[in-house]
């Protein structure tokens, strides 16, 4: 078990991690996407535009959006004119927001929300043209195991991009950006939300997750080709691409 595997959002419960990243995102759901644009100062938004702009050449038509929340990957996706996105998450609170989201976009036909794990798929193989997964990877309980099921979803020739923050290399940055996640962001999450935690562990999670070659290594480990990673905006984030053969 690797650092982020371990890592919970609640010390004090002896639920396993995945009932507790449910049961902390049931909880901020309702400021979830005021909070995350907030944070994040809007440049999710574009950190989602060109992860969809790597999937463009395949043009695919089925597309799952794994750990999809209120569905803000999935609605980038509808640039590509799939035939259908199906969105996944364990937070029904979350999705209940998506769902409403894409009843107000008027796409309920082209955009479903499922609850469901990212370790156990209801799905055979070889099914999706192309996978996304915005921020959520790093809240998989097993990351091999997750990794693993939706590679074996993946169609051949199939491309997964996964948006994850992450450390940047210049100092200056660094030290701002470690400094807004330890402070701000915790301070920021516990005004406007019920569920404190949710906002402590994020930064914890961040420090925890297994970064740029390494991540790349992990994937390539469970059979994924072409990886690669692509900083963003002065490496707060970092784009992985992979493809399945």
């Known amino acids: 078990m690797n650092e ?7 010390s004090e419960s002896s639920e396993e991690k995945k009932i507790q ?12 996407d005021f909070l995350n644009h907030l944070l994040s100062a809007g440049i999710d938004i574009l ?27 999935a609605f980038e996706a509808m640039a590509l004119n799939p035939d259908k996105i199906i969105g996944i998450d364990l937070s029904q609170n979350m999705l209940d927001v998506g769902i409403e989201k894409s009843r107000l976009r008027n796409v309920t036909d082209k955009i479903d929300f499922v609850k469901g794990d990212a370790e156990h798929l209801n799905y055979t193989n070889d099914y999706f043209d192309a996978i996304t997964v915005g921020f959520g ?22 491309r997964i991009a996964i948006l994850e923050p992450s450390f940047p290399k210049n100092p200056l940055i660094k030290y701002l950006f470690i ?10 999450g516990k005004l406007f939300s019920k569920d404190d935690s949710a906002y402590k562990y ?5 420090e925890a997750f297994p970064q740029g070659e390494t991540f790349n290594h992990l994937m390539r480990e469970v059979g994924y080709i072409n990886t690669k990673c692509i900083p963003l905006t002065f490496g707060i984030c970092t784009l992985y691409l992979a493809e399945k053969s």
Do not use: C
């Open 21 to 32: 990243i449910e049961q902390m995102f049931d909880n901020i759901a309702v400021k979830y």
């Open 179 to 188: 400094f807004h996640f330890k402070y701000i962001t915790p301070f920021i």
């Open 202 to 206: 994020l930064p914890s999670s961040v």
């Open 137 to 158: 990877v790093r809240n998989f309980q097993n990351l091999q195991s997750g990794l693993t099921e939706l590679h074996r979803v993946l169609k051949i020739g199939g």
């Open 4 to 10: 982020v595997e371990k890592l919970k959002p609640y």
């Open 47 to 73: 950190w989602r535009k060109r992860a969809i702009k790597e999937l463009q050449s395949l043009a695919p038509k089925t597309i799952m959006d794994m750990a999809t929340g209120t569905g803000d990957f």
